[in-house]
């Protein structure tokens, strides 16, 4: 490592030599960047990043709510930089037990870090799909709006696996006690039924008004929930 910082700093020094100005000379990005990885790996605290995860992960069982928090958001931070640690089986207990924490809060922040990942990758959304999706009926409303908000932003890509049931139980959520779910709710259903339509440049009237193909998979699961919302609404009904 010490041989390849001294060749490039002695390729800098002669280039110095042979340009205007010395402040022009400076090290190829990848070189720099190599060198600085190799630097950070032989510093103390990168030789004990597993010891760190530990104990950070020991806080998640500490009497403080707070400080059960703030060590998730540090997991997340963490996950952050590096999402396969969401496929350690360390990890993913930990996550299963603070999604079932005692406090509000360290639940939400699990629901979001869990979210953000399966919103940039799908594919973890076979391991985290149902532990979400159970969090949507929890007491604690951030919590309730925390996983709506994952689903809505996993909808938007056309390739997560379970939009289907995803769209069933955020339905539910519309009879939520808690007002502010409810348009949450009803924004999101607004937004995937009635704003997905975009028509750009000139466009005839004849292809506006053209009848929906019958194939389209898209109309017919749209069709199939607002079946499932108005036999929803019909039972709530008979009930009261």
Not at 152 to 169: G, S, W
Not at 221 to 232: I, S
Request: net charge negative; aromatic share 4%.
């Amino acid at each position: 490592m010490y041989c390849a910082l001294h060749t490039a700093m002695m390729r800098v020094a002669q280039s110095s030599d042979s340009t205007p100005s010395a402040s022009q000379a400076q090290l190829p990005r990848e070189l720099a960047r190599s060198l600085c990885v190799h630097l950070n790996a032989h510093r103390p605290l990168s030789r004990q990043l597993d010891v760190v995860m530990q104990r950070i992960t020991a806080m998640l069982d500490d009497a403080s709510s707070l400080v059960r928090t703030a060590a998730m958001r540090a997991i997340g931070g963490i996950i952050n930089e590096d999402p396969a640690l969401l496929e350690s089986p360390q990890i993913m207990q930990a996550l299963k037990m603070r999604l079932k924490d005692s406090g509000s809060s360290v639940r939400a922040v699990t629901v979001d870090v869990v979210g953000r990942q399966i919103v940039r990758d799908v594919t973890l959304a076979r391991h985290y799909y149902k532990l979400i999706e159970d969090r949507i009926s929890d007491v604690g409303i951030s919590v309730r709006k925390r996983v709506i908000s994952t689903f809505h932003e996993c909808l938007r890509n056309p390739d997560f696996p379970y939009a289907e049931m995803a769209m069933k139980v955020l339905a539910f959520r519309i009879m939520d006690e808690e007002e502010s779910v409810r348009l949450q709710v009803v924004k999101i259903f607004r937004e995937l039924w009635f704003t997905s339509l975009e028509f750009e440049g000139d466009v005839s009237d004849d292809e506006v008004h053209a009848p929906y193909d019958e194939d389209d998979r898209s109309v017919e699961v749209r069709e199939h929930h607002v079946r499932d919302l108005t036999e929803t609404n019909s039972i709530n009904g008979d009930i009261g």
